[in-house]
């Protein structure tokens, strides 16, 4: 299947802080991405969809100044999380739809995000 | 009520035991259809598509009835490495967005 990319892996900050995270498809190129982020026992929530070229869509109740995104190229996306604090900890995942699978989406591996 | 819902789980069996999810959608002009299963702190990997005339991939049979807007997961002679939490996804019809149940978890044991 289709191969998606996150980097880092998982990263520890402190308060205050900024951190970006990628997310590549490596063999494919995709127009949108998906960001999603996951707090424990909970399912997938949609942060934003990220439109290569364009600006990302963010769903209600996400801060688009706090988590900007930036999709500049056809093969990667990166969320910053800005000014990052205790309560924004969670498991960032990205996702992209492959050309000519549908609305099948594959994830990448997931960013852990510790915030001290 | 949430758009997607999943039988809350968990679910137990014991190792050759039948399963089956259930998944309800609210949202009548949904598109597609999906079962993901996400282990322990890793990313959803696919399991399988949704489709009316249902689906079959080894031991997994997945069903869509779209008139009481339900989704099924059925596993067959559960293997150990079934354990995991189920997640089923919907996708609307215009922007495509998904949205995910809360996912069952499932632990199939010795």
């Known amino acids: 299947g289709a191969v998606v990319s996150q980097h880092p892996s998982w990263v520890i900050c402190k308060s205050g802080t900024s951190v970006k995270i990628e997310c590549r498809s490596l063999?494919?190129?995709?127009?949108?991405m998906f960001w999603y982020r996951q707090f424990p026992k909970q399912s997938l929530m949609l942060m934003a969809t990220?439109?290569?070229?364009?600006?990302?869509?963010?769903e209600q109740g996400v801060e688009k100044d706090k988590f900007l995104i930036n999709h500049a190229s056809l093969t990667l996306s990166t969320l910053t999380v800005t000014s990052a604090h205790p309560e924004d900890s969670s498991f960032y995942i990205c996702?992209?739809?492959?050309?000519?699978?549908?609305?099948?989406?594959?994830f990448g591996p997931g960013t852990r995000l510790t915030v001290l | 009520r949430k758009e997607v819902e999943q039988d809350p789980g968990p679910f137990n069996v014991p190792e050759g035991a039948t399963v089956a999810f259930n998944c309800t959608y609210s949202?009548?002009?949904?598109?597609?259809f999906f079962w993901y299963r996400q282990d322990c702190r890793k990313e959803p990997k696919l399991l399988m598509s949704?489709?009316?005339s249902g689906n079959e991939d080894g031991r997994f049979t997945a069903q869509l009835n779209r008139a009481s807007q339900y989704i099924s997961l059925l596993i067959r002679d559960s293997k150990l490495s079934d354990s995991a939490t189920y997640l089923c996804?919907?996708?609307?019809?215009?922007?495509?967005?998904?949205?995910f149940g809360d996912g069952t978890t499932l632990t199939v044991k010795p």
């Open positions: 990220s439109n290569e070229g364009s600006k990302a869509t963010y």
């Open positions: 063999d494919f190129q995709a127009t949108t």
């Open positions: 996702s992209a739809r492959p050309p000519g699978v549908g609305d099948t989406q594959y």
């Open positions: 996804v919907v996708n609307s019809a215009n922007a495509g967005k998904s949205t």
């Open positions: 949704v489709y009316s």
């Open positions: 949202n009548s002009a949904s598109q597609s």
